[in-house]
């Protein structure tokens, strides 16, 4: 039976708000994680050790399989459909599953043997505390073939989003959030250590997540034997474009791994403090800048293979369009509200006050580059779908040498907040430079609309800004106010924030039909 044929049309608006609200529904189970999780752990030595545990494997899925690997792959996938030759398409899925599996077996593999030299890699400062170290290599060990699992399943989730099924890879990662609290409530008591619990509730994470792609890949007779065949014609493409792709794709990862290994040797609860507000900076880029990056990508490879110049530039100017009209106030709502959000979240259980004030102000540091980070994961589509990684592996190598000169300068003095800020600075730095390169190329034109959008959002973002600071009734409200309490005055904040945001907008002339892009 043949695959599915692709419409000649495709309403990107509604990919997106399927992957939004699937992600968002992901995001939620991942606050409910965390919130369990800042219970039972805190920010205290425990804490530290499994983040770095989760941290390892999760550098390397975000390195080969949800970035690079995806930005190399999808174009490739895109020209095999759009050549309309179904065994084709079938044989190079298998022969990409084949070799791709090889691969995972052998890097995770040198993980588990080489735990020891990752964790001195990525946490140094525990050398000092022999326990501490050994614990969280034993924890690397469980945790690290949960890179396969994973990668696995981004890549089938690559191909349903190849062909626009956007909804079950969105929502999938619930299932290592519902894992996590099972181990944190349940499995914790039934283990000598309990934190290793953990570890072994991010392995059977991975086994699940994988499991639930299958059957969609056969509703699309895709699902079947993997091959080897390293010379394939497809396959050495995807290849060519994977090593400049590895680092280009996931700059964001290497900007983690610095400041991971400088928090190491910050006190203790510094990964900790990072952790946490770095997970509240996950709900809008996952709603929004991830969101928009996954229906992009697909869409611009086909325009590309079409030879559809206009039709790339203005789907690329919706994307920065979308991304400044919300990922501008989701910067401006989450620097003001960084200790409300913080408290409201995490206060409860082995989370104290302190650590409560040390996590908003690493938030705030985050959030100066959120509507960078945002336009980012929009603009680097437009060199992946051209095949084109190159380019982007340049810029990267330009942002992440910002990063260390910007951590080692800043951390000494700024301690964790310092590490956040120099990430801040070099998503700054990123966007620039993407930009420009796919205007200087005459990729991408803004169009009239965008310098319209941005005005209306500054405007409307500067009154949010305004009307939060004015009705945050102040940080020791929320340190001694009840869950209840806090959780209250929180959603009324919000909600009356982005009724204000919108109202706004919509007198500055902003209308549903500027958000709606067909191509």
Known sequence: MSTEIESTEQNLTAQG????????????????????????LGATAWADIFFVALRIPNFFRRLFAEGAFAQAFVPVLSEYRNAGDDNALRNFVRIVCGDFGVVLVVICAAGIAGASGLVWLFAPGFLDDPEKFDLTVDMVRVTFPYLAFISMTAFAGSILNSFHRYALPAITPVLLNVSLIAAALIGMRFFETPVMAL?????????LQLIVQLPSLQRLH???????????????????LLVPAVFAASVGQINILVGSILASTLATGSISWLYYSDRLMELPIGLLAIALGTVLLP?????QNQGDISGFSSTLDWGVRMGILFGMPAAVALYVLAAPLVATVFYRGAMTAEDVVKTAAALQAFTVGLLPLILTKILAPGYFARQNTTTPFKYAGVSVAVNIVASLSLYSRL?????????????????ALLFRGLFVESVYRPGRQVLRVLLSALAASAALAGGLIWLDPGVDFWLVSGEVTRIGELSLLVGSASAGYFLILALVGIRPNDLVHRV
């Not at 968002?24 to 994680?33: D, E, I, T």
């Not at 570890?199 to 086994?207: D, L, N, P, R, Y």
């Not at 895709?222 to 290849?239: C, E, F, S, T, Y």
């Not at 869409?299 to 325009?303: E, V």
């Open 17 to 40: 708000s399927v992957v939004a609200s699937m992600t968002g529904v992901s995001r939620l189970s991942g606050f409910l994680r965390d919130v369990v999780l800042s219970a039972v």
């Open 199 to 207: 570890a072994w509730g991010v392995f059977a994470a991975g086994i």
């Open 222 to 240: 895709l699902l079947g034997i993997p091959r080897l065949d390293r010379r394939d014609r497809g396959v050495r493409k995807v290849g060519g």
């Open 299 to 303: 869409n611009l490879s086909r325009l």
């Open 415 to 431: 301690g964790h907040v310092g590490i956040a800020l120099a990430t801040s600075l070099a998503a700054m730095v990123h966007c």
